[in-house]
């Protein structure tokens, strides 16, 4: 716990962690859960620590903070990660009436899982690519490729996404104002973002996702979910009621707190964004937190050795590997970072190669709606074996835990490729995917 919890200033404004440190003291013997019989401030709701579903004492003390720093009606924190967050929010904007929802091809699995359980219809437009790194929608582009998704009843964003690209909250908040949309936003990857203002997804959207552990100062899991008014903010707290746990573990809750009220790393941001606008081996993108150094189809040998040093990034797509900074972060190890890319650079020189380029523009052009197969018989195949065959189940590299391979696709080789030498990926198990059984594959 004290690890984490190192700038006394802020802890000196976080309710959770002040209740916690104040009963840490006294005699205490527990006959509640957990079993562990107080080990460690891990507690339960008890007469003093409040409770996360009803709150009043320090955890409405802290959401309330929250929200005022988020620029929230209200703000919900969570200890079930942003997956959570991603749940309640759909499932708020179809209490409110919302029953289709505009998505890109490559959200988390959490939002086609979300409609999929709540029965509200995906409406799913392509992303164009810039090698071989997705980038974000802009409306003018929507409207005149997929005038059709821009018919649904909520716009669903993720950004800043997993490469640091970040919307246009502009031009999306008035497309909405003017057509009487909801918009929900994914920011399981901004959580920092809340001190710029045209970034942030607050003050744009009707409900958005922080996922606070992501890239603030959070134990894993930690997350927020906030509503822009009154009316949104009614519908998300039934909605975060549905899908939160019971159990909430107050270390989180406390980490969450400290977190959102961790300040600014001016020089670090400084220095990222030198970095990220500048180099060439460097994909230029507006969020500093990620920094996406580019080595092509050595991505995969680089990542390797880089962890045989010591050194482990956040993921590998088989083209960047991407190192997540967050403000919590020392000069030392940012310097560590950059001494260490220059060496790679050198090492691994290898350009991204043109047929990468075009064959990155070529799956832009594909049709990116979801497909239904209904009562079609599917069946696991090994992966080597699944290549010819037609996806039955999305899956992909993890992280992003974004579809590579989408169902209805056939599989290519290429892919698997990738999938192989990914460390972790989703949608296969015991080493098979799930196929469509086809009669002349038999
Ligand atoms: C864009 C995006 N949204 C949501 C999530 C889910 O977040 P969590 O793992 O905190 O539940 C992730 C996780 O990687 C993500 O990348």
Known sequence: ??????????????????????????????????????????????????????????????????????????????????TSGVLAMLYAAKTLGARTVAVCENPHKSVFNGCAVLGLQPLVYGVKKKKNIPLQPTMSALKCEYPEVLLADALFFTSPDYYGNTADWEEIRKFCDETGKWLLVDGAHGGHLHFDGKLYAGGYADFWVDGVHKSLPAFTQGAVVSAKDERCADALQRAVDAFRTTSPSYPIMASVEYAVKYPRNEWLERQANGWIQTHERIYAANDWTKICAVFGDRAFEAEKSLESEGIYAEFC??????????????????????????????????????????????????????????????????????IGHICAENCGLFPPCTPLIKAGERIEKEKIELMKKSINVYGVLNGKIKVLKEKEKE
């Not at 190669?353 to 009562?375: I, L, S, T």
């Open 1 to 82: 716990m004290k690890g984490l919890f190192r700038d006394k200033k802020v802890l000196k404004t976080c309710h959770i962690y002040q209740m916690l440190r104040a009963q840490s003291k006294k005699r205490h013997a527990s006959f509640h859960t957990p079993g562990h019989k107080r080990k460690s401030w891990d507690i339960t709701e008890l007469s003093y620590s409040d409770n996360l579903s009803a709150p009043r004492g320090c955890i409405a003390e802290a959401e309330k903070d929250i929200a005022r720093i988020l620029g929230a009606k209200q703000s919900f924190i969570l200890t079930d990660g942003s």
């Open 317 to 386: 797509d088989g083209n960047i590997v991407m190192f997540y900074l967050s403000p919590y972060m020392s000069k030392k190890q940012f310097s560590l970072l950059t001494k260490t890319l220059r060496r790679y650079f050198i090492k691994y020189p290898l350009p991204l190669c043109e047929e990468q380029e075009k064959r990155a523009e070529k799956e832009a052009q594909r049709n990116p709606a979801p497909v239904v197969f209904g009562n079609a018989e599917k069946i696991w195949l090994d992966i080597d074996q699944a």
